[in-house]
C-alpha cells in the first residue's frame, strides 16, 4: 500500500504565449508611422517657415474671418430654423398641393450642390438688377455676405424641415391617441407631448446639420466673402506660403471637434432620464 | 501602336457623342434648343454643357470605387484587435470628416503640386508641374468619401452577429472567402441606404472641383454665364442638371436594392 508522503512543490504557471507579429500589427505600425511622420514633417515646415511678421499680419485676419464664419452659420442656422416650420408642417399637411410644394423646395435645395445655388443668387439675380432696383431690394442682393445668408438660410430650412418631419413622424401613433384620451386639445398634445419626444430624436441630426453648415460656409470665399476660407485665400494668393492652408486646416478641425463634443455632452445630458 | 490607341479614343468619343443626353442624336438641346443660346455647336453654349456634364458624372464615377475600396480597408482597421490600427484609422476620420470638402480639395491640389515638384526637383527635373484637376478632385473626394463610407461600414459590419463569422469558418471557408462569400453580400444589403446618402453627398461635391478649373457643369455654365450675361438661365440649367443626375442616381440605388434584397423573405 503506498502513501502519498510529499505534495508536489507548487509550480510558475507556464509562461504566456509569445504574441505572434501579425500582418495587422505591421499595418498598424506602419499606419502610425505614416501619421507621425506627417505630424512631425507638419511641424518642421512651420518652425522651418516661421516668419513672425506673417504671424502678425496674418493672424487677426484670420481670426475676424473665423468670427465671419461662426456669425454666419450660426445666424443662417437659426433664421433656417424659422424658415423649416412652415415647410415641415406644409410637407405633413393633407393638402396634395402644399405638401408638393413643399417637397420640390426640399428637393431642389438637397439635390443640388450649395456652391450652385450660392451662384444662382449672387450672379444669377443680378440678372433681375433693374427689376430689384423698381422693388429697392438691389441694396441686399448686391452684397455677397448677405445672398450667402439668404443661400444658406433656405438651403438649412429644407434639411431641417426633413429633420423635423422625421423626427415628428418618429413618435408613434399611441402617443397620440394617449393625449385624445386623457381630452387633451390637438395643440397642447403637440406641444406638451409630441415635440418634447420629438425632439430628443432630432438632436443628433441637428447637430450634424450645423457641422455641414461650418464646412459649407466656406465656399462663401468664392464670392468674395471674407470668411476663414477667404482669408486664408487671400493669405495664399500673397505668400504663396502652403502653411496659410494648414492654419486654416486646424482652426476648422479645433471648431467642429468642440462642437462635436459639446453637441455630445449636451445630447448625454438632455437624454439621461432614457439611460438605463 | 499610338494609331491603335488614338482608334479606340477615337471610338469611344464616337460612343460617348452618341448616346449624349443633350446634344447627341437624340440629345434634349439638339431637338428643343436649335437657334437659342443653348444650341449645340458654335452657335450656342449646348455642347460645352453637355461636356460638362460628362466631366462631372465620370468624376463622380471614378471617385466611388476609390472611395469605397479605402472606406472598406478603414472600416476594417476600425474593428481590428490592434489598438495602432484602430487609432491611425480614427485619425483618418476625425481629420476628414471635419475639414471642409473645399479646404481639403486645396490641400490635396496645391499640395501634391509643391510635393511633386519637390521630388522631380531632387530627381534633377526643372520645370513648372501642373497637377490635373480631375486627379487632384478625385483623391480629395475620394478621401473624404472614405472617411464617411468607413463609418457607415463599420456600423453595418456591427449589425451582423457573429454567428455569420463563425457558420464561415465551419463550413471550411478561410477568412477572404467568409468575408466575400458570406459577410459581403449581408453588408452591401445593410449599408446601401448610407452608402446611397453618401453618393448624393459625392455627387454635389463634384462642383467644388470647379474651382481649381475642372471644365464641369458648373464652370461650362459659369462661363457661358459670364460671356452671354445670362447668369440666372444658365445657373438654373446647371441646377436642372444637378437635380436630373440626383434623380437618375435615386432610380439607380432603388433598382440596386430591389435586386439585393431579392433573397429576403417576402412579408
Known amino acids: 500500500m503506498s502513501v502519498v508522503t510529499s505534495l508536489i512543490p507548487p509550480q510558475a504557471p507556464p509562461p504566456a504565449p509569445a504574441q505572434p507579429y501579425t500582418l495587422s500589427r505591421f499595418f498598424g505600425s506602419v499606419a502610425l508611422g505614416i501619421w507621425l511622420a506627417l505630424a512631425v514633417g507638419i511641424f518642421l515646415t512651420v518652425v522651418d517657415g516661421w ?3 506673417k504671424f502678425a499680419k496674418y493672424g487677426p485676419s484670420y481670426l475676424s474671418g473665423l468670427g465671419v464664419t461662426l456669425l454666419l452659420v450660426s445666424l443662417s442656422v437659426t433664421l433656417g430654423a424659422l424658415v423649416s ?8 399637411s393633407k393638402n396634395k398641393v402644399l405638401s408638393w410644394l413643399a417637397y420640390g423646395y426640399v428637393y431642389f435645395f438637397r439635390g443640388t450642390p450649395l456652391l450652385t445655388q450660392l451662384f444662382l443668387v449672387y450672379y444669377g439675380l443680378g440678372s433681375f438688377s433693374a427689376e430689384l432696383k423698381a422693388l429697392g431690394l438691389w441694396g441686399f442682393f448686391r452684397d455677397a455676405w448677405n445672398c450667402a445668408l439668404l443661400t444658406f438660410t433656405l438651403n438649412t430650412a429644407a434639411y431641417q424641415a426633413e429633420i423635423l418631419r422625421g423626427a415628428i413622424e418618429s413618435v408613434p401613433r399611441g402617443q397620440h391617441e394617449g393625449a385624445a384620451s386623457l381630452g387633451l386639445p390637438k395643440r397642447v398634445t403637440f406641444f406638451k407631448v409630441i415635440l418634447p419626444q420629438a425632439l430628443i430624436v432630432a438632436l443628433r441630426p441637428y447637430g450634424n446639420e450645423i457641422i455641414l453648415m461650418i464646412k459649407g460656409s466656406a465656399i462663401v470665399a468664392i464670392v468674395t466673402v471674407f470668411d476663414l476660407m477667404g482669408e486664408t485665400r487671400r493669405a495664399f494668393s500673397r505668400t504663396f506660403d502652403y502653411q496659410t492652408y494648414l492654419w486654416a486646416a486646424l482652426l476648422y478641425l479645433m471648431i467642429v471637434e468642440i462642437i462635436r463634443n459639446l453637441w455630445a455632452w449636451f445630447e448625454a445630458r438632455l437624454t439621461r432620464h432614457l439611460k438605463r | 501602336m499610338s ?3 488614338s482608334a479606340i479614343a477615337e471610338a469611344v468619343s464616337a460612343f460617348l457623342g452618341f448616346i449624349d443626353p443633350l446634344c447627341g ?4 438641346f439638339r431637338w428643343f434648343a436649335e437657334g437659342t443660346l443653348l444650341a449645340c455647336g458654335d452657335a450656342g453654349w449646348g455642347d460645352e454643357i453637355a461636356v460638362g456634364f460628362l466631366v462631372t458624372a465620370s468624376l463622380a464615377v471614378a471617385t466611388l470605387p476609390v472611395g469605397l475600396l479605402l472606406g472598406f480597408f478603414i472600416a476594417l482597421a476600425k474593428q481590428s484587435q490592434e489598438r495602432s490600427l484602430r487609432l491611425s484609422a480614427d485619425i483618418y476620420t476625425t481629420i476628414f470628416r471635419g475639414l471642409p470638402e473645399l479646404l481639403t480639395l486645396f490641400i490635396v491640389y496645391y499640395g501634391l503640386q509643391i510635393l511633386v515638384q519637390n521630388l522631380l526637383s531632387a530627381l534633377g527635373y526643372q520645370g513648372a508641374i501642373e497637377i490635373n484637376a480631375f486627379f487632384a478632385g478625385m483623391i480629395a473626394l475620394g478621401v473624404v468619401f472614405s472617411a464617411y463610407c468607413s463609418e457607415v461600414l463599420l456600423s453595418a459590419f456591427k ?5 455569420q463569422y463563425e457558420a464561415g469558418y465551419a463550413l471550411g471557408l478561410h477568412h477572404g472567402r467568409t468575408m466575400r462569400l458570406v459577410i459581403l453580400p449581408q453588408l452591401i444589403r445593410v ?3 448610407g452608402l446611397g446618402n453618401l453618393w448624393m453627398a459625392l ?8 474651382v481649381v478649373g475642372l471644365t464641369d457643369i458648373l464652370r461650362q455654365t459659369g462661363i457661358a454665364a459670364r460671356v452671354t450675361k445670362e447668369a440666372f438661365l444658365f445657373y438654373s440649367i446647371a441646377c436642372a442638371l444637378f437635380l ?4 437618375l442616381s435615386s432610380l439607380a440605388f432603388s433598382a440596386i436594392e430591389s435586386r439585393v434584397k431579392r433573397s429576403e423573405v417576402r412579408r
Not at chain 2, 442624336?25 to 434634349?28: I, K, M
Open chain 2, 25 to 28: 442624336p437624340a440629345g434634349l
Open chain 1, 51 to 53: 516668419d513672425p511678421d
Open chain 2, 159 to 163: 449589425a451582423i452577429p457573429r454567428g
Open chain 2, 191 to 193: 449599408a446601401l441606404p
Open chain 2, 244 to 247: 436630373v443626375l440626383a434623380f
Open chain 1, 85 to 92: 416650420l412652415p415647410i415641415a408642417f406644409a410637407r405633413m
Open chain 2, 203 to 210: 455627387l454635389k461635391d463634384t462642383a467644388l472641383v470647379s
Open chain 2, 3 to 5: 494609331g491603335f490607341f
